[in-house]
């Protein structure tokens, strides 16, 4: 499931030169030295080359504070601060006089350093969490005692969450202590590692802990699972449907069918969260639905599913025709499949795609997946749970594109209107989870935090435009972002050029030019220039410019803004 500390390392030999470069800071008040080992061979796994700064330890305050440290000469992309539940005690032990206010100290302590970073940097900042210790001076009293530490301890990992986190972009928790419930305290710590050697990690835990870490940097950096599809028979409920027929297939709230009950709610929980769901099962496809239209004990239904394939093929060119709906990578796939027959054949074909290996025992679905930690994420809005109904509406628009003899008459009969809006604070976690989710139809692949967002719309040297789009089928949403920025008083930049494949080949890409030539012209700017930076991800744009009629020069693309001709489109803008 986890690799070992030991194969972690062995990642460190890997050829990096491919692979996106992320600076780190890593700073601790122990010894951070195998951490640091663990995130870098995680982060591998992940695509990802760290190049981290690890302070000695016991240097958080003075690297943070001092404006001339060896921190702030990194200019790290991320600062992970991991301060452990050791020192925090002997902290509380020291506070003889103001233990009752030990955590809103602490939590003042934590917002200076906060603040400081980001008076001085772009750095987001990932804090780890406290797991807890227990030292017994109250035993379960301890609850009802506020000076205790137990009591200290709980409301500081409390309010870490709800009076820094929440209220500010750049700053994540790494929450150690769901992965000490999870997996137990002993797991966690060994007392002769830490008295020997200051370090309070067990070498057992780096790897779920580095999974945790470099799960939050994946997903600021765009990589994270989008989309679940499921397997049904023995999978998503008890029995196969074929066979043993509606009324014997094992859901509900007895034996067995209670494991599935509580698998579905859930996936459903996920589907409300935004990740698409998807069915891929060998099965006739009108049993397939029969349980998700007429049991009365399913809790998924088929609105909740996107893509539904059911037939006797082979899974893995099943799962291909589910990307082709959905315009995804496979890397942010997960497929689920109680036979082992099945994983393997989408292994072999689809390596990308996230494969678990589920127990056996239904009863152990759930707390496998809780421990794999699949579905990290950076961002949340509400416009997530439409998200199926986005998905749904386009595999509706696919078959009926087969009806019309020639494009321009099925784009014109779709009625299309975009809403095109500078951000604002009611858009403004659309585009931030945009920029973040957004990886093949990228020119430079920024990404950008809610804060980042902010200070973009306050910016004077910045144009920010967002689209929606709306048709005839439904509302997609918020599609399409634009960043412009000042270059000279003549020249505007495409700094961030990012759209949803979900709307490709609509004319959103000449409606979106129309209204940067219209921007850079009421502004004064004479030329346009656009730059392409490859990934792994973006090929399908790199001849984009190109295709818009610019001009290359050296490395980047230019348009001269008097001899553009205005492209005709079929989408309206919304008055």
């Not at 020997?196 to 600021?220: C, F, K, Q, Y």
């Not at 678990?356 to 679905?365: G, T």
């Not at 009625?415 to 009611?426: K, L, P, R």
């Not at 918020?478 to 000279?488: A, N, P, R």
């Amino acid at each position: 499931m986890y690799k070992t500390f030991s194969e972690l390392k062995k990642e460190l030999r890997k050829n990096t030169q491919e692979l996106k470069k992320v600076k780190v800071a890593l700073l601790g008040d122990t010894a951070t030295q195998f951490l640091n080992i663990a995130l870098k061979g995680t982060a591998l796994n992940e695509s990802l080359d760290l190049e981290i700064f690890e302070a000695d330890f016991g240097q958080i305050s003075r690297q943070i504070l001092d404006p001339t440290s060896e921190y702030y000469e990194f200019n790290a992309d991320y600062t992970i601060i991991f301060e452990s539940s050791h020192k925090l005690l002997g902290q509380y032990y020291k506070s003889y006089d103001s233990q009752t206010v030990f955590a809103d100290n602490k939590i003042a302590y934590v917002e200076e350093l906060y603040k400081t970073i980001q008076g001085r940097t772009k750095s987001r900042v990932i804090y780890c969490n406290f797991p807890s210790i227990n030292n017994q001076v109250f035993g379960n009293f301890s609850n009802k005692v506020e000076s205790s530490f137990v009591f200290q301890q709980n409301k500081l990992n409390y309010l870490l969450s709800a009076e820094i986190a929440v209220k500010n972009n750049n700053f994540f928790i790494a929450d150690l202590v769901s992965i000490q419930n999870k997996w137990g305290r002993d797991f966690m710590f060994s007392p002769n590692i830490y008295v020997n050697t200051e370090m309070v990690l067990s070498l057992d835990a780096l790897p779920v802990v580095a999974h945790h870490i470099t799960g939050i940097i994946s997903s600021l950096e765009g990589k994270f699972k989008k989309c679940l599809i499921l397997d049904l028979d023995n999978t998503t409920w008890g029995g196969i449907i074929g066979d043993d027929g509606l009324e014997k297939i094992q859901i509900g709230s007895f034996g067995i069918g209670k494991a599935f009950t509580e698998f579905q709610y859930w996936v459903k929980a996920l589907q409300k969260r935004g990740v698409i769901l998807a069915v891929c099962s060998k099965n006739d496809e009108d049993k397939a639905k029969e349980p998700f239209e007429k049991h009365p004990d399913m809790i998924l239904k088929l609105d909740d599913i996107a893509v539904f394939v059911a037939n006797w093929e082979n899974k893995a060119d099943n799962i291909r025709k589910i990307q082709s709906i959905l315009n995804i990578g496979y890397d942010s796939m997960v497929f689920l499949d109680d036979n082992p027959f099945e994983r393997n054949i989408v292994r072999e074909n689809l390596p990308e795609v996230c494969v678990p290996e589920l127990p056996e025992d239904p009863a152990e679905y759930l707390e496998y997946l809780y421990s794999l930690n699949l579905f990290e994420t950076a961002s949340f809005s509400e416009n997530d749970s439409e998200r199926t109904k986005q998905y749904q509406v386009e595999a509706q628009r696919a078959v009926d594109i087969q009806s019309f003899t020639n494009v321009e008459d099925f784009l014109k009969s779709m009625n299309m209107v975009s809403d095109v809006q500078a951000f604002n604070s009611f858009s403004k976690p659309r585009v931030s989870q945009l920029t973040q989710r957004s990886n093949q139809f990228n020119l430079r692949t920024v990404r950008y935090t809610e804060q980042d967002v902010e200070d973009l719309m306050k910016s004077e040297d910045h144009h920010t435009i967002s689209f929606t789009l709306e048709d005839k089928y439904g509302d997609n949403g918020l599609i399409c972002v634009i960043v412009l920025e000042k270059k000279t008083q003549e020249t505007l930049f495409i700094n961030t050029w990012l759209m949803s494949c979900r709307v490709l080949k609509r004319g959103m890409e000449d409606f979106t030019l129309n209204t940067i030539v219209a921007t850079a012209q009421k502004n004064g700017y004479k030329y346009i220039e656009g730059e392409f930076i490859p990934t792994s991800k973006n090929q399908m744009v790199k001849d984009h410019y190109e295709r818009l009629g610019f001009t290359k020069q050296d490395e980047k693309w230019v348009l001269n803004v008097n001899d553009y001709q205005t492209k005709q489109v079929y989408i309206n803008n919304k008055l």
